[in-house]
């Protein structure tokens, strides 16, 4: 089972931000947080990880709190290209990925 | 970034036929491999891991004289589907783990599609 949970699925407007929430309550302090996703009928797409510390990259912030049990993504200009299932894993190196139902992100014109 | 190729992109099959799909990555040596399938509506689930030059590690419920995995190099691994049923349609797809000093990064490949017929 995914050690993760996120929220079926979100709609954001085109040009705004994108903010995708993970819980990770019972993550373990050598676990990392990270991200993918996937658009219909393709692989999944690498977007960012992290351990502790807030992260960012051409493609998106990645936000994890104090206890790193919850983080976001934000893309923060989400076009209609953004539009694919966003899946957020914690795994501890050497470890599978272990991937959830993720979240359905529509965005929407 | 990493680049990992799939190949083929679709294949159809008769009942009982065996389909070969390879596994690249492209712009970095992988030492390990992944094999994952999805059903429609379903999130990825793995098949296999798959270690350079060693036998491959399958998970629970999944066949290894059914799905024959290959690492043979540091950039390639293939998956077999020997004695496809329309059952194993399904969307095939490999990952290659980037494992830097401090992160199991995986690149995934684009996806191959199986029909069973």
């Known amino acids: 089972d995914a050690k993760t949970t996120q929220p079926p699925s979100m709609d954001c407007a085109e040009g705004r931000a994108a903010n995708l929430p993970c819980n990770h309550s019972?993550?373990?302090?050598?676990?990392?947080v990270y991200w993918y996703r996937q658009i219909h009928s393709q692989g999944p797409q690498y977007i960012i990880h992290?351990?502790?510390n807030n992260e960012t990259n051409e493609m998106a912030s990645l936000i994890i709190t104090e206890d790193r049990k919850s983080s976001t993504l934000i893309l923060p200009h989400a076009t209609l290209r953004d539009t694919a299932v966003y899946y957020c894993?914690?795994?501890?190196?050497?470890?599978?990925?272990?991937f959830g139902p993720g979240t359905r992100l529509s965005v929407l014109p | 970034g990493a680049v990992v190729s799939q190949h083929p992109s679709r294949v159809i099959c008769k009942s009982g036929t065996s389909v070969k799909i390879e596994c690249r990555s492209l712009?970095?040596?992988?030492?390990?491999m992944f094999w994952y399938r999805q059903f429609p509506k379903q999130s990825l689930m793995l098949m296999a891991t798959?270690?350079?030059?060693?036998?491959?590690?399958?998970e629970q419920g999944v066949e290894k004289d059914k799905f024959l995995i290959n690492h043979a190099s540091l950039t390639l691994s293939t998956l077999t589907v020997t004695s496809a049923h329309p059952e194993d349609s399904s969307f095939y797809i490999c990952?290659?783990?980037?494992?830097?000093?401090?992160?199991?990064?995986?690149?995934f490949g684009p996806g191959t599609r199986l029909t069973v017929l």
């Open positions: 712009d970095f040596q992988a030492t390990t």
């Open positions: 019972t993550i373990s302090g050598n676990e990392y």
């Open positions: 798959s270690n350079e030059g060693s036998k491959a590690t399958y």
């Open positions: 990952s290659a783990r980037d494992g830097g000093p401090s992160v199991d990064t995986q690149y």
């Open positions: 992290g351990l502790k």
């Open positions: 894993i914690s795994q501890r190196r050497g470890q599978n990925f272990v």
